[in-house]
Each structure stands twice: as C-alpha cells, then as structure tokens.
C-alpha cells in the first residue's frame, strides 16, 4: 500500500477508482501527409470548442469565465495558429505540433516575469494535453464517479468529464492558483498536484484514497481501508446535504453573502441562501475582451445581478485590474513589482473616462436594485475623495442626457496597512468597509501571495493580520458602519470563527461555501451566546442596558486578551451605568470614566469606553465616591454615548473581574 507525498491545492477527502489521462499516445500515432494532419487537427479543434460550450451551458455560472478564458486560449493564434503553422511549414504531426506550440506560448508567458502569468502555462499544457487526446484517441469519459488522474489537466477536461463525475483530482503538476484549483474549489472537489512520475505510480482502476489535510495519496490500500474510506465518504456526503437544509433555514447575526465574477451567477443564490451578493468583481468584463466593455454591456450585467438579488444587497467592485490581472486592449507599464505598482483604484484614476464610463453604468443600474459600490486597493484619504468626485461628475452626466439614476452608497476595500491606520477617517466618508483578506496578508507580512513556495510564510492567520482586521473594525463600529471580510479567510473554519467573534458583520464566500459558512457561523454565534449566559450566571452582572458582547469579541487586546482579567463587553442602549455587583467603591479615575467595586471577595471593574481616559471626563459623570458602600442595581454613573462617538472612540463599557 504505497503512499506518496503531494501538495494540497484544494482540501477534502476523496476515494474511489482512478481514471487515468493519458493524452500521450503520440508513441502509436502514424502521422499522415500535411493535409491529413491539418484536417486531424481542425476536427479535435472543433470537437473541444463543442464540448467546452456544452460544458458552460451546463456548468454552474460561475466556471464559466475560466472556460472563456480557456476558449480564448484555444483559438487564440499563439496556440492554434502556431500548431497550425508547424503543420504547414515543418511538417509536423498534429500531436507534436500542438505540443510546440503550447511550449512556445508558455516560453512567452514565462518571460512576463510575473508569477500568476507564468502559472498559466499550466493551463495551457493541461489544454494541450486534451487537445492532444482527442486527435490520438486518447479522451475518454469515466462510466462512473472517479478520482480524476493525469500528469496534466485542462479546465476544459474537468468541464467535459463533468464535475458531477469527479470526486477528486490528482496531477503530477499543478498550482493552487491554476485554473483547475479554481474550478475544484468551486465544485468543492479535493485537488492534491506534485505526484511525480504520476503515470508510473497511478494506472487506470487503481484504488485511491486522497487526503488533502495530510497531503498524501494512498494507491491500492487494503480492503479494510477501502471499508473504511468508502463509509466516510459517505458520511461526508451526507453531512454536506443535512449541513445544505439545516443551513437553508439558521439566521445568523452574521450576513453570509456570496463572490461572484459574472452577473449570471446571481442567478439562484437568494434560493441557495446568500444574504447578498458581498463582492461582485467587475473586472472580468474588462479581461476577457479583446476591447473595454461600453457603458450598455457593464448597465445589462449589473441590472442582472441586482434584479436577480430581488432586493438583497448586490456590492459591486470597480474594476481591479494592473498586478496578476491584464487586460490585453489596456497598455500598462512593465513593473518590476505589479502588485506595488498600479493596479486596483489607481488603474481607475489614471484613466478617468474609463472609471466615469463604469460609474455611469452602476448608477443607471442602481434604479433596479439593492446596488453598493466598493473601491479597491484604497491607500489614502485623498483616493476617496477624488472616487466621490468622479461620483457627482458621473451623476451630472447622466443628468444632462435624462437618464434614470440612483448614487448607491460607497464603501471602500481594507487590503493595505495603510487602509487599516486610517481607518477612522475612511470610516468619516464610507459607508462600509469590506475586508480583503487576500491582499491585506501580503502587504501586511511581505509575502507575495503568487508566488512558489511561499504559503508558509502568507498566513492570513497570522496575528499580526488578525489585529488589522480587529482595528479596522473597531474603526468602522465606532462611526456605526457595517464591515464585511471577503477574502479567502472568510471560508476558512479557523477563520470564520476569528472572524465573528472579532465582530464583523459579514461574511462573503463563493457559492459552493455559503451552507457550510452558514452553519459554521450559526454554531459559533451559539456558543457565544452561552458564554455570555456563563459570565451572567458567574456573577458579572450587566451594569447597563445593551447587548452583551463576549470577551473575544471586544476590540481592544488588552481586554479581549483578558490582561486584566476575566471580562464582558455591553454596547449601552443608553449612558446611565448601574453597579452590576453590591459592596464598597474602591477606585474612581480621576478622568471619570471607570469606577472599581469591591464585594464578595472580589473587584469588578467598569470601564465606560475604550481609550476615553483621553477625554479627561468630557461625557462622564460619577455618583459615587471612594469607600462608598453601593447596592446592586443603584446608578453609580453617566456617560454621553453620542458624544464619545462624535469624538471618535468607541462607548462600550467594559465589566471586568479583577480578582476573586
């Protein structure tokens, strides 16, 4: 029972017989004359563009777009053409020619120098592996569910077999970020890549167990772990369809929205569950043509997403493009470093017309839905301000041709440290903040996030992220603005749980996530409930009106990490404090703004705000003095909620057991 070692580019668990690719069928292959070949090559062609649109029109809307895209790379006349040219004037065999020209298109895509780019090879050897199997014979559909095995795939491979056919996916080569990885995550299907010499280990029928958390594949097991593999299948089946129905009716305190990349794949998520749409990215309607998209074609795919929305909120991202993502009609400059360069917002600021042309459009669609507008890669107070700008002359615009409008609320990406420190004057002129947690790690720790070999450094757990995500939304709470996370993070179990209790207030996953998100959030969202009834019942009394908040949820470290000790949060539905415990006052601050009690063995702490001793007692009155002997219940102070908010900080009192 071999075992080999590989690396997870999508997690889960999956067993089941091999079918094995094997597109290299070159070694039995008799090469015909010039014409010969060019009609072999011409048919093949033909047959995959067929079945890559069948495959779309039945996909689920969202891998449409890495179809197109694959489509593109198909037809495109660095691919075909160029095996069309090694037919014509090498004389070459379809096979070889198809595979020189696949070699010659990655060699121009490696000399990009950009990591993303040059993992697109992959992409492009997987396409011409199939492309190759169909002109030898070599492309077979399984009879049944299977684990999906080649040396190289194809996006367009896994689209034709059906992803209803797959339950995992095994390759010698591969990235996370290759297309393939983007489609298995959005079927949910465990995807392991890096078995070397795959053709010699894996043969056809073989057994498989792949386990994506331990990185390892197993080949022929014993019967007893096929048992055993076999009957967690099938409860991991089961678990997902009871998750999908208990999920489809829990309200959560927490919006689970959903990304999307394409305005048809709104269609159905109210019914699958989705709160809203948390990021739509506009981009793929400027990357997938051979020009910009006009003002009607971005109005007709907003006006789809929010109508099919049915009035949920529909977060709509300007374009961010520059870095990994280019657009081939928009001349860029070569950058060193993209991903410092421009790309994201300032792609939108350098080229006006085309940001007004995409703000027109949204605000023509905003009349037919719940539409939000964010910006993205936001560095500087002085970027939001020029958006607005643009806005109001956007708006004029459409004013002086008499078209319907609607100025939808802007809200700004947190994707830099910048971001993050000033956050509160953000917070002054947005109207929600969404996280991209993507993004915000790799700035935050250095690391770029394409690169190889370095996801054990871009850790988007790392606690130095954590905290940025904690005062960015404490920033945006402060100023009474909802914040949203919508990077990876946000489908991450470990994540999702850091997440709600640091009190964001949405998270947005891709489609295939939003039961599981849901009832991970759902069950988080319960066992802080119960910890706060624990703390109540321990004797920590409310000293205010308001809703409770537990000790991991309260933005500060030096509460929520219990340095002080043990504590609970309330958010005051007024500013009258009540003493949450009888006995003797022991400590007013002097800035009035916290008063300690001490009884029954114990000091409990009221803290009214977070930071406030910096306003010197402005908002604050004290009815009770040192030595004072107090009854449960009686009013010991007052605070002015609006006021500490006007002046920037955060009023939630803050009751903490000292000692017992």
Same mark, same amino acid.
């Not at 790379?73 to 004389?91: K, Q, T, V, Y």
């Not at 029928?205 to 967690?232: F, H, S």
């Not at 295939?512 to 004797?539: C, F, T, W």
């Given at each position: ?87 014509? !004037? ?20 490696? !000399? ?21 199997? *169909? ?28 992803? !209803? ?44 167990? *792949? ?137 939108? *600021? ?163 996530? *939003? ?122 102070? !007052? ?22």
């Amino acid at each position: 029972m071999p075992r080999y070692e590989c690396r997870t580019a999508q997690k889960g668990f999956a067993a089941g017989k091999a079918f094995v690719i094997r597109p290299d069928r070159t070694g039995e292959y008799r090469q015909g004359n010039p014409a010969e070949e060019s009609d072999r090559l011409e048919t093949a062609a033909a047959e995959m563009n067929r079945r890559l649109e069948a495959g779309k029109e039945h996909a689920d809307p969202a891998e449409s777009a890495v179809i197109d895209a694959e489509i593109l790379i198909l037809n495109g006349e660095e691919f075909l053409g160029s095996a069309r040219r090694g037919i014509r !004037e090498e004389r070459l065999g379809a096979p070889e020619a198809v595979k020189q020209a696949a070699e010659k298109l990655c060699g121009m895509l490696t !000399e990009s120098g950009q990591d993303y780019i040059r993992q697109r090879c992959e992409d492009v050897r997987g396409l011409a592996a199939g492309l190759t199997a *169909l002109i030898t014979g070599g492309l077979e559909t399984p009879a049944e569910p299977c684990i999906l095995a080649g040396s190289e795939l194809s996006p367009g491979q896994i689209t034709m077999i059906g992803p !209803e056919m797959i339950r995992g996916i095994l390759t010698e080569t591969g990235s996370a970020t290759s297309h393939v990885s983007v489609l298995a995550g959005n079927y949910g299907i465990p995807y392991l890549y890096g078995l070397e010499n795959l053709p010699e280990k894996v043969h056809h029928q073989d057994y498989l167990i *792949l386990d994506p958390e331990g990185a390892g594949v197993w080949v022929n097991p014993p019967a007893e772990k096929i048992r055993e593999a076999e009957a967690r299948q099938a409860e991991i089946a089961e678990a997902r369809e009871k998750q999908r129905k208990q999920a489809a009716g829990r309200v959560t305190r927490t919006k689970i929205c959903a990304n999307i990349s394409r305005a048809e794949e709104a269609d159905g998520l109210p019914e699958k569950g989705a709160d809203g749409i948390g990021l739509f990215r506009s981009e793929l309607l400027f990357l997938n043509g051979a020009k910009a998209p006009t003002e009607e074609e971005q109005f007709e795919a907003y006006r789809h997403a929010a109508e099919a929305m049915e009035g949920r909120e529909t977060v709509i991202r300007t374009m961010d493009i520059g870095s990994d993502k280019h657009a081939v009609w928009l001349e860029m400059p070569k950058e060193i470093n993209p991903a410092l360069g421009l790309r994201g917002l300032r792609v939108s *600021l350098e080229h006006r017309e085309l940001f007004r042309t995409q703000l027109r459009a949204l605000l023509r669609a905003a009349v037919y839905g719940n539409i939000r507008i964010m910006i993205p890669m936001i560095a500087s107070e002085w970027e939001l301000d020029e958006v607005l700008r643009e806005m109001q002359t956007a708006a004029l615009e459409l004013e002086q041709r008499r078209e319907q409008y609607r100025i939808p609320e802007i809200g700004v990406m947190i994707e830099t440290p910048a971001a993050v420190i000033i956050a509160a004057a953000l917070a002054e002129k947005a109207r929600f903040f969404s996280i991209g947690t993507n993004d915000l790690t790799q700035y935050t720790l250095a690391v770029d996030r394409e690169a190889r070999g370095m996801d054990r450094y871009c850790d988007p757990m790392h606690e130095a992220v954590i905290r940025m995500i904690a005062m960015a939304t404490e920033a945006a709470h402060a100023k009474h603005i909802p914040v949203a996370v919508c990077g990876e993070l946000a489908g991450d179990p470990r994540g999702t749980e850091r997440l709600i209790r640091l009190g964001v207030d949405e998270l947005s996953v891709s489609p295939a996530k *939003l039961a599981q998100v849901r009832e991970r959030a759902a069950e988080i969202e319960d066992s802080m409930a119960r910890e706060i009834r624990k703390e109540r019942d321990e004797g920590i009394r409310s000293p205010a009106e308001g809703e409770l908040i537990p000790m991991a949820e309260i933005p500060d470290p030096v509460f929520s990490g219990g340095v002080m000790g043990k504590c609970v949060g309330v958010i005051p539905a007024n500013g009258k404090i009540y003493a949450p415990v009888s006995g003797t006052v022991a400590t007013v601050a002097a800035t009035r703004h916290a008063v300690s009690l001490r009884g029954n063995g114990e000091e409990i702490l009221i803290h009214a705000g977070l930071d406030t001793v910096r306003l010197n007692g402005e908002g604050f009155s004290v009815y009770v003095s040192e030595g004072e002997n107090v009854k449960q219940g009686q009013l010991i102070m !007052e605070m002015d909620p609006e006021l500490i908010r006007a002046r920037g900080f955060n009023p939630m009192i803050i009751v903490v057991r000292i000692s017992s």
